[in-house]
């Protein structure tokens, strides 16, 4: 170390000053940064390449009338909210509209492709909601945020209230935000922000100062980084999701030339995306001024290697800067220096990073806290505007942050050389062997430096008592597409750079993938979670038995086959189940195996013959379609007649091959199935445009009539679409046969209000059903009714179609709910039934098409358009004239009409409405039942008490009834009739799920806590084939504390269905509870696999 004169000054540093003040609130300031970008823009990017760009001017009208509908709620000044900030279009001017209103932000995000930040999310929300007393949630409709738990509120029907949100000034040093920590050193917290500290983090310049800065950033909001993009700072602001970025990172250079990037944040896990693929083409990034990389220690030789991609590009060599910065304390260096390695540096060095920003200072001291020279290393300590006030609700913490003297700690090692500060490491992160003390920082950062590697992360095991602290290190090889590691030769020299520079073996050395290496949100390592990659299987060879030589397409299947059986090479006739492969290896392989031969295998095929040969057979005998969908052969019969079955809200049929089974040999069965689920450019648009391109595969094995359509739930409004679309175009169709699918007729708007596009398949099938609205079509319906389902609608035995069918409607009760109806001895019942209409057998027993003037339709359907423009007055206005031109109006037009009215505020016409309905309604339990939010406003008003004593009178019959006329009691008081009304419907349908957990809601509600828990045991007791019941189940069960009822229903959920997100995330929280680390390595590996591929089954 240098130790002459020049170097012996004290380690102490100050920035230029400030040289303005901040105005004196942060309302007032961002009134002021809006004048002075008067032609900002933010644009918005989709993962599937479109985008959205919105005026700065566009965002603070919506933050006004978020800012009004929180006040409507109650929402005052100083009182924290939670904003979901996963989609940066809506939390923006949330944000803007909490802080106008004079309260806290507290953002929060998942991330899409960091399993651990998956983790982290639910924790983190949870404590959250403790800490801060359950305050509102604001949230685009997010399925992460569980509505029975928390308090939300939807962007959207906050921004519905009219732009006259009153504007709170509150003091510049009151909390403004508060930010949860990554939580790297295990410890999340919450950092208060005050509304100066803000100001000074958004505007370094002041709020008056225009610019015309062009920036892109991919970090989520609710990160420090991130949150920045938020402000209204630059002419252009272009946000990338981060799991857009990470999935598709080259993405980033395309975006920078289109919109002519200027500036744009990074860190070393984003530069590693970027520099390590292959480039197939150039971009032109002359634009490109600055690249601030920051939120962890910087790689030197990572910025050498981003600097000369970006230079490849058009860029110039002084493009990137350091910068340095915590969540509590900002940006406290960087943006004077542009990054040049210096001759007199070493490869395993850290960064030099750059002198202090206005208004900050940095000084390095030793452990007694006292001012060491330059250049050695000690405890980073730092001042200035941008500082926290410390972590909310934690007094101790927020003493032992700051200095007697008013400095900051970081925690962070380093020193300053000339003024300039360079970072070593993290005060926590350094190993302990023999008495020594090493950084990990810098030992990674030398093992990096090494032929063949990646990344390599050193950490400490649990002491043993003849071994003291052990070190174990995992890398990633550094390979290129093609090439394979000699892993020998790369352990081996890990093992003697250890040895040879630090003087310590490591007990462990191990090869992952870069995906396993654990990380924050925005790519930030936490080496506290690294142990865990020591728990992963041993993958095994299994010798081969000699049977069946396999050709070259045969060994391609073995070998993607063998990633999904740990390792084992199955031969041609090897059952893949009995090899320990499981559904989620099954959906995955049958996934690869489309990738590598761009052919359709549907799961459903596949596990009927879970063997080689059987997808040989196969592949063979191709099904028909290279679109978006196939058409899939289930059977083929001798009689000349085919039933095709629509694709349920899954993408495909799962129940055809019983249905085949039970129609018997005579009969063709068809089925449907997504060619390429993950796929979001492929998806259909409406239902009307999925029915056109079933029916035109149809037409390729049957050009013409007579057609025998079926489908199920989702697939019903298929099957009916097409059958609409076939009879308009003249052809035939025999028999359409709906399973257990409403209608919906007494939904005012279907839902078209909350539904939004998504990413995940079921999600946006749901979302297409919300959008439409069936036609009259000249034919009849036979519809199957769940007998047993909680949701059968007494009101109306063909559940809307009799409204939708020219020529009636035969109702078919078939025992089971809305899940069994098409298993088992139900689904033999079903089939018995459409076979009768193949054969044209039998009495069919019609219920009269529902008539209604010509007039009273067109103005449903302009009632229904007017519902999804968010047309209120037009609405209501269509639907007064529909009843006014229908003498014989139904019950759920004025229950349409009601529903209307109470969106607008007008609750005396809702109650008329209200009252008509009830009249009109053929079983006025469920106009009640409908109107019950109305009825929980008013519940000692006179149309309460009738409606208590119509369900006091009402005979409980079958689930239904009980469902209605328990809930109905609950709210309305009677507490034992709500009770008896739930056990007499489990007395008729002990095996309704749905029941029983009102039950159990019920009794743990009212402090019956052993009753509870004796029903919930008898909920397990019968068979359970719904993923989704099993994981309600095991949601209940952790709210009863029963964890191991809660881990059993939620395995039971993932065997039944590997993608649901939810219940994996749940089993996650139960092992990390119990600290059953390698079964909670498991599931996580098992989550990775399933969010990567975005792809769900049947």
């Known amino acids: 170390m240098t130790t002459s004169k020049d170097h012996c000054r004290l380690a102490i540093v100050r920035g230029e000053p400030l040289g303005f003040d901040m105005p004196g609130t942060i309302q007032n300031a961002l009134q002021r940064a809006l004048a002075s970008q008067p032609d900002g823009v933010f644009v918005f990017l989709e993962s599937n390449g479109t985008a959205r760009t919105c005026r700065f001017a566009e965002v603070w009208e919506t933050a006004l009338r978020m800012l009004c509908g929180l006040q409507a709620r109650g929402c005052r000044a100083g009182e924290p909210i939670i904003i979901d900030a996963g989609e940066p279009i809506d939390f923006i001017p949330a944000l803007w509209a909490v802080l106008l209103g004079g309260m806290v932000a507290v953002p929060i995000a998942y991330s899409h492709w960091n399993i651990r930040g998956q983790r982290e999310f639910n924790r983190r929300l949870a404590k959250l909601a403790e800490r801060l007393g359950q305050p509102l949630v604001m949230t685009c409709d997010n399925p992460s945020f569980d509505k029975a738990d928390y308090r939300c509120a939807s962007f959207s029907a906050l921004a519905h209230k009219p732009p006259a949100g009153r504007i709170e000034a509150t003091s510049r040093e009151s909390p403004a935000v508060l930010i949860s920590t990554s939580g790297t050193t295990g410890q999340p917290q919450l950092v208060t922000l005050s509304g100066i500290a803000l100001m000074h983090r958004w505007w370094p310049a002041g709020p008056d100062q225009a610019n015309s800065v062009r920036f892109l950033n991919w970090m ?120 040049r390695p210096l001759a007199s540096e070493t490869e395993s060095m850290s960064a030099l990073i750059d002198v202090p920003t206005r208004g900050h200072a940095i000084r390095i001291v030793d452990g007694q806290g006292k001012l060491i020279p330059e250049r050695q290393t000690g405890l980073i300590e730092v001042q200035g505007p941008t500082m926290t006030t410390g972590y909310h609700g934690d007094i101790d913490a927020s003493k032992s942050l700051f200095t007697p003297d008013g400095w900051l700690r970081t925690g962070d090692l380093g020193y300053l050389e000339d003024g300039y500060l360079r970072v070593t490491g993290r005060q926590k992160e350094v190993l302990v062997v023999n008495a020594v003390k090493y950084s990990c920082a810098e030992i990674d950062a030398s093992l990096q430096a090494l032929n063949g590697i990646s990344q390599a992360y050193v950490f400490s095991l649990p002491a043993s008592a003849d071994q003291g602290e052990r070190v174990a290190l995992v890398y990633v090889p550094d390979i290129g597409p093609g090439q394979t590691a000699n892993i020998a030769a790369i352990e081996s020299a890990i093992r003697k750079a250890c040895a040879d520079q630090y003087g310590f073996g490591l007990m462990h050395c191990l090869a992952v993938d870069a995906a396993q290496i654990p990380r924050t949100r925005t790519g930030k390592l936490v080496r506290a979670q690294l142990p865990e990659l020591l728990a992963r299987p041993v993958e095994t060879v299994k010798p081969h038995s000699g049977d069946g030589r396999l050709d070259e397409m045969q060994g391609r299947i ?204 079921i999600d946006h099938h749901r979302y297409l059903t919300r959008l439409y609205l069936p036609p009259l079509i000249q034919g009849a319906v036979r519809y199957f009714r769940a007998a047993d389902s909680v949701y059968l609608n007494r009101s109306d035995r063909t559940g809307g179609w009799g409204y939708f069918a020219a020529k009636g409607v035969e109702v078919i009760d078939v025992p089971g709910d809305h899940q069994s109806i098409v298993r088992g001895q139900s689904l033999s019942m079903v089939a018995r039934h459409i076979t009768e209409g193949l054969c044209q057998n039998g009495n069919f027993n019609l219920s009269p098409h529902q008539y209604a003037p010509e007039a009273a339709r067109l103005a449903i359907h302009q009632a229904f358009s007017a519902a999804m423009a968010g047309d209120l007055r037009r609405e209501i206005g269509s639907l007064r004239q529909a009843i006014a031109e229908d003498s014989g109006a139904p019950y759920w037009l004025y229950m349409r009409l009601g529903r209307a009215w109470l969106a607008a505020g007008k609750t005396r016409n809702a109650v008329d409405s209200y009252l008509a309905a009830v009249r009109e309604d053929p079983y006025p339990l469920t106009s009640h039942f409908r109107f019950r939010d109305l009825l929980s406003r008013y519940k000692n008003h006179p149309i309460a008490k009738a409606a208590l004593g119509l369900s006091r009178e009402t005979v409980v019959d079958c689930p239904s009834a009980a469902r209605m006329r328990g809930v109905l009691c609950a709210m309305l008081g009677d507490e034992g009739e709500a009770e008896r009304s739930y056990r007499i419907g489990l007395d008729i349908v002990p095996e309704s799920v749905e029941l029983r957990l009102l039950l159990i809601d019920f009794l743990r509600m009212t402090g019956r806590q052993e009753e509870a828990v004796e029903q919930f045991e008898k909920a397990l007791s019968f068979p359970i084939q719904n993923d989704v019941i099993y994981k309600t189940l095991g949601q209940r069960a952790l709210r009863l504390g029963r964890l191991d009822f809660a881990e059993h229903c939620l395995q039971r959920a993932v065997s039944i269905d590997p993608g649901n997100l939810g219940a994996l995330r749940l089993l996650v929280g139960i092992y990390s509870r119990r600290e059953e680390q390698p079964r909670c390595a498991e599931i996580e590996a098992r989550l990775i696999q399933t969010l990567a591929r975005k792809k769900f089954r049947d």
Request: proline residues 5%.
């Open 220 to 339: 989520s909001l609710d990160h420090v980084m991130g949150l920045g993009f938020a402000s209204p700072n630059s002419l252009v602001k272009v946000q990338m999701k981060a799991e857009s970025f990470v999935l598709a990172p080259l993405r980033w250079f395309a975006i920078a030339q289109q919109y002519r990037i200027t500036h744009a944040g990074m860190s070393n896990f984003g530069m590693r995306l970027l520099v390590d693929p292959d480039l197939e083409r150039r971009w032109d990034l002359s634009s490109l001024q600055r690249v601030g990389v920051g939120t962890e220690m910087v790689s030197r030789a990572l910025c050498k290697r981003f600097i000369d991609r970006l230079v490849c590009q058009g860029a110039t060599e002084e493009v990137v800067f350091l910068g340095y910065g915590l969540s509590e304390c900002g940006p406290v260096a960087g943006g004077q220096r542009p990054f």
């Open 558 to 761: 073995a070998g993607i086959m063998a990633q999904f059986i740990e390792g084992t090479r199955p031969d041609i006739d090897d059952d893949f189940f009995e090899l320990g492969g499981d559904s989620l290896g099954a959906l995955m392989f049958t996934s690869a195996l489309e990738r590598e031969f761009n052919v359709s295998l549907p799961p459903a095929v596949f596990t009927q013959t879970p063997t080689i040969r059987g997808i040989l057979d196969y592949l063979h005998r191709r099904p028909v379609g290279k679109g978006r969908l196939s058409l899939v052969p289930i059977q083929h019969g001798d009689s000349g007649i085919s039933l095709f079955v629509a694709p349920g809200v899954w993408g495909n049929a799962g129940y055809a091959g019983q249905l085949a089974h039970d129609l018997g040999p005579m009969f063709s069965v068809w089925t449907l199935h997504i060619a390429d689920p993950g796929n979001r450019a492929l998806q259909m648009n409406s239902i009307a445009e999925f029915a056109e391109d079933c029916r035109t595969l149809l037409r390729t094995v049957q050009p013409q009539g007579p057609y025998h359509l079926a489908g199920h739930s989702f697939g019903g409004l298929l099957a009916f679409e097409m059958a609409a679309q076939f009879l308009a175009a003249g052809e035939e169709v025999a028999t359409l046969s709906i399973i257990d699918t409403l209608a919906k007729l007494e939904q005012r708007d279907f839902g078209v209000t909350d539904a939004k596009q998504a990413d995940f398949l």
